[in-house]
């Protein structure tokens, strides 16, 4: 999704208003309830927080110049691999195996067989459509971010073709943006 | 309210911006060696003994070729220059001093009508204000400073003017010179010249 990202993509950055920002701060604290305490060193509510627009419906969380979190059309915000490896528990995980790592990393979906593998690991709790950290056997830190195509009892049962949607991974666009101006 | 989390602190490679332990898919794993050699020699055990082995050779053949101690640091010492050499390349490269330069978009609005932005002007000593009433009266159009998205000033020149403005900025400033002008042109920039 963020292969090709610059800054060129970015049709329009807004400084939102107080209650699309107070929103914004609520939905990530929804989704990430154990980031709220930290909500208020990460967007603090002196500093304008800027939304950008880009293509294909992705908006970015700027703060600072700083993108934080991302999400397409209404979904679900999605915090920076940046961001994520600053605060590495907030998000589920899943763990693929050391051959997927760089199929992974050139942007591709990542496949039910790497996650259900021996290398790899499944939150059970997880449900279809949301947002998961993609980690790597063998490594401490996130490689990627992901977003669900199926629960992961399904993606344990069925064992085949598109478990969870590449969104956001290392050395992609967004990775390498790591100032707006 | 849950208890508030720190921050964890994440060793990124300068060389490829990756953590650390992700140099090795990265896009160049050879660049980043000597990087990871001196902060994060933990990581890649086999790197390690790898140089190790090479700096053994070196030392092998300086204490075949001449006597023993003086040499042996000798060789070492020629061995570690290079590798500073390389880390600092890319460590320039992305610090790399923004030069100042004026960069000219066209911006189409209504379908047939357009704007032209003049950013950059600033980084030549030129005043924002009075260059856009220079602008304003030699184009006979609306030219104003406009505020852009994060805090840096331009000018907005009413028309299609990509072309005649660059003799209009390098004839009344002589200050810029025309090789620092720059078009974008379908996202991509484009020099002015030739």
Request: aromatic share 6%; glycine share 8%; with cysteine.
């Amino acid at each position: 999704m963020f292969r090709k990202f610059t800054q060129e993509e970015i049709s329009s950055q807004n400084q939102v208003k107080a209650s699309v920002q107070r929103k914004i701060r609520q939905s990530i604290a929804e989704e990430y309830p154990d980031l709220e305490a930290n909500l208020e060193d990460l967007i603090p509510k002196k500093v304008p927080l800027i939304v950008a627009k880009c293509q294909n419906h992705i908006n970015l969380v700027v703060v600072n110049n700083v993108p934080l979190f991302f999400n397409i059309r209404d979904g679900p915000y999605m915090p920076t691999l940046r961001l994520l490896h600053q605060y590495p528990s907030i998000m589920k995980k899943f763990q693929v195996d050391r051959g997927a790592i760089k199929f992974v990393l050139a942007g591709a979906n990542i496949m039910c067989p790497g996650l259900t593998s021996p290398g790899g690991s499944l939150d059970d709790e997880v449900l279809a459509e949301a947002p998961v950290a993609i980690m790597a056997e063998g490594k401490e830190h996130a490689l990627a971010i992901g977003f669900t195509k199926m629960p992961a009892k399904d993606i344990r049962s069925i064992n085949k073709g598109i478990g969870v949607d590449n969104m956001h991974y290392l050395n992609d666009g967004l990775w390498k943006t790591v100032h707006l101006d | 309210m849950a208890e508030k989390l720190q921050p964890l602190k994440v060793l990124y490679c300068s060389v490829c911006s990756l953590p650390a332990e992700y140099c090795e898919f990265g896009p160049d794993f050879e660049k980043c060696k000597p990087w990871l050699l001196k902060n994060a020699p933990g990581l890649y055990p086999d790197l390690v003994s790898e140089a190790e082995k090479a700096a053994e050779q070196l030392q092998g053949v300086n204490i075949s070729g001449e006597k023993g101690d003086t040499s042996k640091r000798q060789g070492s010492a020629a061995n570690f220059q290079p590798d500073e050499e390389v880390k600092k390349l890319p460590g320039g490269k992305v610090k790399k001093k923004e030069k100042p330069e004026i960069i000219i978009e066209k911006v189409i609005r209504n379908k047939r009508k357009c704007v032209t932005m003049i950013k950059g002007l600033d980084l030549f000593g030129i005043k924002l204000s009075e260059a856009s009433k220079k602008f304003g009266k030699k184009f006979a159009s609306g030219a104003s400073v406009v505020k852009g998205p994060t805090e840096k000033e331009q000018i907005d020149v009413q028309g299609d003017l990509m072309l005649d403005i660059v003799d209009f900025i390098t004839e009344t400033w002589e200050n810029v010179p025309e090789s620092a002008i720059f078009f974008i042109e379908d996202g991509r920039k484009v020099p002015a010249v030739g």
